[in-house]
Nanobody, 120 residues
Framework: QVRLVESGGGVVQAGGSLRLSCAASGIIFNQCHMNWYRQAPGKTREWVAEVRNNGKANIADSVKGRASVSRDDTKNAVYLQMNSLNPEDTAVYYC??????????????WGQGTQVTVSS
């Protein structure tokens, strides 16, 4: 079955950096576009970044200039590097993939999330 396992979260001071990792299994990883989302307390889940199967990256405006996303197809892993963190970046960060099951049907999968807390 599909599994997405995030790691790398923690508590960091404002201005610091974190590198989040997501290990994927059960999918043909090099064919998948991988995403990062986050959800802050009391807020809706927010898209953060995407790295497509060709390596092209897209970053949300809210973190542009402070975040980068990358992938390693040899390890079935995707990474989110966050720099210049501020308390507004405090959230649970989720790895996400949408797998096409047929021309007319796809299935979304989420990891369990990793908590990032930025202290001021």
């Amino acid at each position: 079955q599909v599994r997405l396992v995030e790691s790398g979260g923690g508590v960091v001071q404002a201005g610091g950096s974190l590198r989040l990792s997501c290990a994927a299994s059960g999918i043909i990883f090099n064919q998948c576009h991988m995403n990062w989302y986050r959800q802050a307390p009391g807020k809706t889940r927010e898209w953060v970044a995407e790295v497509r199967n060709n390596g092209k990256a897209n970053i949300a405006d809210s973190v542009k200039g402070r975040a980068s996303v990358s992938r390693d197809d040899t390890k079935n892993a995707v990474y989110l590097q966050m720099n210049s963190l501020n308390p507004e970046d405090t959230a649970v960060y989720y790895c996400h993939v949408r797998v096409r099951l047929s021309p007319w049907r796809s299935q979304e999968y989420w990891g369990q999330g990793t908590q990032v807390t930025v202290s001021s």
